[in-house]
């Protein structure tokens, strides 16, 4: 079959495009945090949103992104990023790490390095440090760019590699005006140019994102120009609207599969919290037909329980999501709302790959994934038995960039169903291996973290991390011979693991670190389902201690079993300066105050669930529940109060 052709060979050579095809035409709209319009535009050239007023007023052009990208280029270029030209005329590839918040700004510096010749590594802000350390080490990178909110952190990778014999530069990220009198539209800024020619790029490293790895650590996806022009290529050429991190492989992609369209993309303000609210807020200031919504299912989950967030879903011509799973309950219930869902199924190593769209209007079956078009000439459903299939997909796939098997291909580990009448109709079901997928779409592998509790506690025989689907994860813990009386007095046996727990949660990203609430100790002598090797069979795990594992969601969601505290508003602003005491600890709870943003003041959202799950359990609702969001909704002590007693927080 003949290579598919594209509109560009390079990111570079994209940017170049736009800007010179489209100077005018907007290309961003995206908030920052000062008074003004929301969501403001970026042009091809550069505009964007501000704060909270409206939205959405102003953009960034293509040729406001592409100026904005030079006055990058012409800083990081004097900072000594750059390798000497080898004899064939060309640097060599250098990797140069990104760790800093998500915004427009960090899509804008991935430009700007590709343009330099350089292979960004985009960073999630949820990893560990020494997992930062690890991918740049492993990446070979250079220097690590850092956000002035992680300066400590790059620090400290530093410091990790450096006892390796490894050394790392850190150099503090700058972040230019995007609006303004010093914005790109008005400052005085001098045509930078690129490092390479298109051509010479195509088969270079792009940009390297990351997936959970089979260690523990995250592992580098290496994208070349070609594999990620072939991602962004092949989607609908129509605005979308996205509440995803950057980083993040799906929000990466969507930024470009807008821009290669030639279409404006929103985003929303990373500065603000994703609450329901602000989510539906930021929807309406977008100033131009948006027909397309980006999303993993937790935003979903969360427009979705309000009845106006669902309204803002149905408002969409399409919600298009990836990353984990959409409980069916939740899908059926939104599509029956005139929600149009697509499901998007691919990974980091493959790009997209097959989708639910359809016709929205007669076909409801938005969780049934249809291999059609190009991708059914790639990819392969293998049987596993029992009536699930792996998906693997095949060489000359132009997006794929790994092979794990001989012949070329890319066995995903992804399991699916078959739908009974259409045979080319497939469902996600779980993985082959162990990793976990949260509800957030973030993957957690459980085996670092047990091995950190087993191997280093000696009242602990055993350990299981469960969370598969969740918002958080959980642990189940089998007590060893010398701690099975200890074990009987639950609080006693916590209070002595915690601090190996504490070890485990340092070494893990934010979303995969354990509450106390969240483990069960398990009767001394329980059988463990176990391989002939000694490793736990973790589905027949699951499958065994699923009614505990359900009890302790339960209660730890909605405090079940619990006698509550009927408490005055004065009585419930102590409480919940007591939960956020216990949460945060006690040093930094001490510039806590009743009228602190706890947002702005650093609460994350492990914590502020805990303080939900806190309040759900312990204080007299009624029987009402309270909102998974409803820390960051009403975010400090004051607020909180006052809708519970006032209007009622659920």
Not at 169 to 176: D, K, L, S
Not at 213 to 240: Q, R
Not at 356 to 378: H, V
Not at 509 to 518: A, D, F, N, V, Y
Request: hydrophobic residues 40%.
């Amino acid at each position: 079959m003949p290579a598919p052709t594209f509109a560009a060979l390079s990111l570079t050579e994209l940017v170049f495009i736009r800007a010179r095809d489209q100077p005018n035409d907007v290309a961003i709209y995206t908030g920052i945090d000062e008074p003004g319009d929301l969501l403001r535009p970026l042009t091809y050239a550069l505009r964007s949103f501000d704060v909270l007023h409206k939205f959405y007023e102003r953009g960034s052009r293509y040729l406001e992104v592409q100026r904005g990208v030079d006055r990058l280029c012409a800083h990081y270029a004097n900072l000594g990023l750059l390798p000497a030209v080898e004899e064939n005329g060309l640097p060599p590839e250098r990797t140069i790490a990104v760790l800093t918040s998500t915004a427009i700004d960090e899509s804008l510096l991935e430009i700007a390095l590709v343009k330099l010749g350089l292979a960004p590594l985009l960073l999630s802000v949820n990893n560990s440090v020494p997992a930062v350390a690890h991918l740049c080490k492993i990446t070979k990178s250079s220097h690590l760019i850092y956000g002035y909110k992680f300066h400590a952190e790059a620090q400290e990778a530093q410091k990790i590699l450096s006892q390796q014999d490894y050394q790392l530069e850190i150099v503090p990220e700058r972040r230019f005006p995007l609006w303004g009198p010093d914005g790109a539209a008005n400052a005085k800024i001098e045509p930078f140019s690129a490092v390479l020619q298109p051509i010479d790029e195509t088969g270079r490293t792009a940009v390297i994102l990351h997936s959970s790895g089979s260690t523990g650590f995250p592992k580098p996806v290496y994208i070349t120009h070609l594999a990620m022009i072939a991602n962004v290529a092949g989607f609908v050429a129509k605005p979308g609207f996205s509440a995803l991190p950057v980083y993040h492989g799906f929000g990466h992609y969507c930024v470009f599969r807008c821009y290669y369209a030639g279409v404006p993309f929103s985003l929303f303000p990373p500065h603000l919290p994703l609450t329901s609210a602000n989510v539906c807020k930021a929807i309406k200031a977008v100033p131009v037909p948006c027909p397309l919504f980006f999303a993993v299912p937790y935003v979903i989950k969360l427009l979705g329980e309000t009845e106006e967030g669902v309204k803002a879903l149905a408002d969409f011509e399409s919600i298009t999501f990836a990353g984990a799973a959409l409980p069916d309950e939740l899908g059926d219930r939104l599509t029956a709302a005139g929600v149009n869902i697509n499901a998007i199924y691919g990974t980091t190593e493959t790009g997209s790959l097959i989708k639910s769209t359809r016709n929205f209007a007669i076909d409801k079956a938005w969780n049934w994934l249809r291999m059609e078009g190009p991708i059914a000439d790639y990819m392969v459903m293998e049987d596993r038995g029992s009536g699930t299939f792996e998906s693997v997909v095949k060489d000359g796939w132009p997006a794929k960039i790994q092979s794990n098997r001989p012949d070329g291909s890319y066995a995903t580990k992804d399991l699916f169903i078959r739908h009974p009448k259409h045979h080319n109709w497939y469902k996600y079901i779980g993985r082959l291996d162990d990793t976990l997928v949260l509800v957030l779409g973030e993957k957690t592998n459980p085996v670092p973290i047990e091995l950190a509790i087993r191997g280093n506690s000696p009242y602990v025989e055993e350990a299981i991390v469960f969370g598969d689907g969740r918002p958080q994860v959980g642990c189940l813990i089998l007590p060893s011979e010398l701690g099975k009386d200890l074990s009987k007095d639950r609080d006693a046996f916590l209070k002595r693991i915690w601090p190996i727990v504490e070890d485990a949660n340092a070494q893990a990203p934010t979303h995969s670190r354990i509450l106390p609430e969240m483990i069960y100790i398990l009767d001394y002598g329980t059988p463990i389902p176990q391989a002939t090797k000694m490793s736990i069979l973790r589905p027949a795990c699951y499958a065994k201690f699923k009614d505990i594992i359900e009890s302790v969601y339960d209660r730890f969601e909605n405090g079940t079993g619990v006698n509550k505290l009927d408490l005055s508003r004065p009585e419930l602003e102590d409480f919940i300066l007591n939960a956020l005491t216990q949460t945060l600890g006690q040093l930094k709870a001490t510039r806590l105050t009743r009228t602190s943003d706890l947002f702005a003041f650093g609460v994350d959202s492990l914590q502020a669930t805990r303080i939900r799950n806190i309040c759900q359990k312990e204080v007299e609702l009624n029987g009402a529940t309270l909102g998974q969001n409803v820390v960051y909704e009403n975010p400090s002590v004051e607020k909180f109060s006052y809708q519970h007693h006032h209007r009622g927080l659920y």
